[in-house]
Every structure is written in C-alpha cells, then in structure tokens.
Nanobody
C-alpha cells in the first residue's frame, strides 16, 4: 500500500505544473485524498483535498483560483494542476490518503498513507 507523487520541477513565476499521485495496493476512489506542502523552515500545510463519494473539494486560501484538484479513478490517480505559480509556492508537495478521515481537517500523523513528496521550485 503506497502513494507515489510526481510531477514536480523548476518553473518560472506564472508558470504551471501538474502533480500526480498514483496509488498502488488500494483503490483511491474509496479514499479521501489530500495534497500538502512543506517549504524550508516551515510547517507542513494543507493545500487541497478531495473527498471520496461526493467529491467535495477544499482549497487553501493561498491557492484558491490557481490550483485544481481532480481524480481519475480509472488510473487510480489524483492530480493537482497548479497555474500562475508564485515563488511562495516553492515547497515539497506530498499526497496523503485516508479511508475515513478528511485529510484537510485531520492531524497529518493520523492519516493512513503518505506519498514520498515531489519538489516544486518556482524561480526565475
């Protein structure tokens, strides 16, 4: 049971990236999924989450209108499309999954599965 996050890289301010979170060993459509990020010297923060079932979505105020979370159950993958990137979006991005707890409203240590992280650097 694991998550594999990918898609990070170096991008100029105003650019775009799409992060992917692929699950193996379990079906993502039965899980609530969250994207988190941690910048150097800062605490991990929630970015966006999507619920299983009704597909309710949460965005942090700092990314609202710029980031879009989506899931492709056929590919067992959740995406985070990031547009209009800013230097302050620079961080390691992680995905997490939990069958019961909503990731954006739970303690990170309580979540069932975490991906390994992918680095996003926004710089000119």
């Amino acid at each position: 049971v694991q998550l594999q996050a990918s898609g990070g890289g170096l991008v100029q301010p105003g650019g775009s990236l799409r992060l992917s979170c692929v699950a193996s060993g379990f079906l993502l459509d039965y899980y609530h999924i969250g994207w988190f990020r941690q910048a150097p010297g800062k605490e991990r923060e929630r970015v966006s989450c999507i619920s299983s079932g009704d597909g309710r979505i949460y965005y942090a105020d700092s990314v609202k209108g710029r980031f879009t979370i989506s899931r492709d159950n056929a590919r067992n993958t959740v995406y985070l499309k990031m547009n209009s990137l800013k230097p302050e979006d620079t961080a390691v991005y992680y995905c997490a999954a939990d069958a019961v707890r909503p990731p954006c409203f739970s303690l990170p240590r309580d979540l069932e599965v975490w991906g390994q992280g992918t680095l996003v650097t926004v710089s000119s």
